[in-house]
């Protein structure tokens, strides 16, 4: 592994003796969980929908190039204006001018997904512009200086009392109190000046329609609302997989993205942006401006196998019923997309030199797949980059740059043996005779007696009992 | 047109070229067969609102501003935002005037582009009043099109949002409200579903309401 590699394994096992990190996890994760499969207890309906969304989402995948410029076309019918980046320092550099032409001092954020794989609040701090999330989750976790840990519900990894003291210590006008209703009350206060005051406000995309040049966006507090209409530019970022061809194909991935991510049958808002403020309207932004970021995606959709990876809506179902995510929480992963999504994801936008790790941070128990709302294959492409990240290739960025001499070496050995009836009656005979003296602390062997016991090999193979009982040799 | 613009769209054409992936038939039956008959309909949106703490308040054509006007006078509201360009608000300045209700709540005009109402908005007003273009059972969610006459953020900023209802503007689904009105033939500037009052379960699952947007939904529901 490089320098820059992730170390998931170190990470996990912290969180894991993290009791209360722990707890906190398994009660959000238990309720969330009960509380999705009542959403979704009509079976036939959920078998209906469910291949409708997964339907709309590979049918805008088959045409994507030609979608994206409809879009594009679309939005600046409208005046909305489009910006195309390959990279987020390219995405950053495009934000970070229309801040500098209006001379934005303050930026509110929606929550954003892709705004945190640009890492676009640091960017904007180091060029002097206070960008502040707005999201209540958002919010905490920018004053506690962390990363989300989850991407619907970003401190989730944070109990009130936790909060509570962040609140007394960061916020000025801050009384100590554990009383949620007041926390959230807190915030809101802080946070409506700022809207009232911001020169920008940034939201991400949960879809935009090539049909129609319409940005959607779904939210239960309004602070999207509040950012996309309060100040004078509204700027919007999305991966460029989130195109759908028609208006019509929103209403059912709403409706599988709101009652995945969190049980409820439609957040409190659905927001439709079709432009800037027209001749005569009253408020809203008088500049839209649309970042269409690739960081890897054109790459990952040149893949047969791969391009699934981008049918997801960000649900975070997957994450919600992963045994892994549940134990070690969000911030082990490391990474703006955690849990199993991001397990596949990452590796396939950062490359496998530094996230090749995050595949093996599975148990291959398929929770995810049977889960998922727009069936993508998670499991099969976690096994397709665990191959990758050992095996040279051209497909994902990094591919055999997990290569070990030793492994290698250990399989070629394996195959050899199962390959010759006489090497593998030898290796047998010896197993049987000296296996059981083989020191638990042996390297490879090590990994497995941590945590259990030593396997015993039985004194006599089966090959010799069956002999004895008159079984010959085939 | 930017390089970036053409090296993605090359080089996502080049992908999906190199491996096609044939599109999908896409089966709205779902859809299409959820259906409420009148009557449940407009229960269901009430249970389904109601769950999730909207208020509701019955009238009729005849009633409506007089009973918001004492509905607010009722709560203590100071004042309500409404657009008196609309027939809607054209009434409400009617017969609020003429019900002549002393120590009622004060009627404000949202006629000033924002730029300049911005301070107010903020912090001196107490609820905002809009139309609905109808409201959808299946997830409860009233349908709201802001326009020059009543704008955007009327059913955000103020902590009371009423939004009127008209009994026989319901829905059952919100892909049958988009299709049977071909919303895909113009859209407005900003559409909207709205099924609550502004909450939030960031601090540890627990609801709250009203974090940024208004803490009270109230439909009133005219027959």
Known sequence: MGETSINFAKASSAALQDQQLRGNFRRAMDGLMSKRAVQFADTAEWNGVRT??????????????????????NCTKNGIQVHWASTTDEANAIVLSIMQRVNAKLVVKGKSMVSEEMHLNAFLEKHGIESLESDLGEYIVQLDEAMPSHIIMPAIHMNTKQIAHLFKQKIKEAEYTEDVAQLTDLARRVLRKKFATADVGISGVNMAVAETGTLCLVENEGNG??????????????????????LEDVPPVISLLTRSATAQPITTY?????SPRKEGEKDGPNEIHLVILDNGRSGIYADEEL?????????????????????????????????????????QVEGLEKRGELPHACTMCNACVEICPVKIPIVEIMGRLRSEAVHPGDAVKGAGSHASKAEAMVWKGWS??????????????????LGNAAPASLPLLKEWTNVRSKPRFASRTLHALAREKGIPDV | MSESRNAILGKLRAGRDAHPLPPPESDFAVLRNKRWDGAERLE????????????????????WPTDVQAFLKAQGTRNLLFGPATEAGARLSAEWTASGMAG????????????????????????????TLGAIADTGSLIVWPTPEEPRLMSLVPHMHLALLRADALYDTFWQAMTENRWADGMPTNALLISGPSKTADIEQTLAYGVHGPKRLVVVIIR
Do not use: W
């Open chain 2, 104 to 131: 009622g709540p004060e009627l404000i005009p949202y006629a000033d582009r924002v730029e300049t109402f911005k301070e107010r908005l903020f912090d001196g007003i107490d609820a905002g009043i809009t139309t």
């Open chain 1, 52 to 73: 409708l969304g997964a339907s709309v989402r590979l049918r805008a995948l088959s045409k994507l190039p030609e979608l994206l410029e409809k879009l594009e076309a």
């Open chain 2, 44 to 63: 269901r949106i009430k249970r389904m609102m109601e769950a999730v703490h909207t208020e509701f308040l019955e009238t009729t054509e005849a009633d």
């Open chain 1, 416 to 433: 050899m043996t199962y390959a010759s009836p006489l090497a593998y009656q030898f290796a047998t005979a010896l197993l049987a005779k």
């Open chain 1, 225 to 246: 609302r509040m950012s996309t209409t309060v100040p004078p530019v509204h700027i919007a970022v999305m991966g460029l997989e989130k195109v759908v061809e028609k």
């Open chain 1, 307 to 347: 391009r699934n990876t981008l049918r997801c809506i960000r649900c975070g179902a997957c994450m919600n019923h992963c045994p892994v995510y549940t134990k070690v929480g969000g911030h082990a992963y490391q990474a703006p997309y955690p849990g199993p999504i991001g397990s596949i994801l990452m590796p």
């Open chain 1, 270 to 274: 659905v927001n439709m942006i079709s």
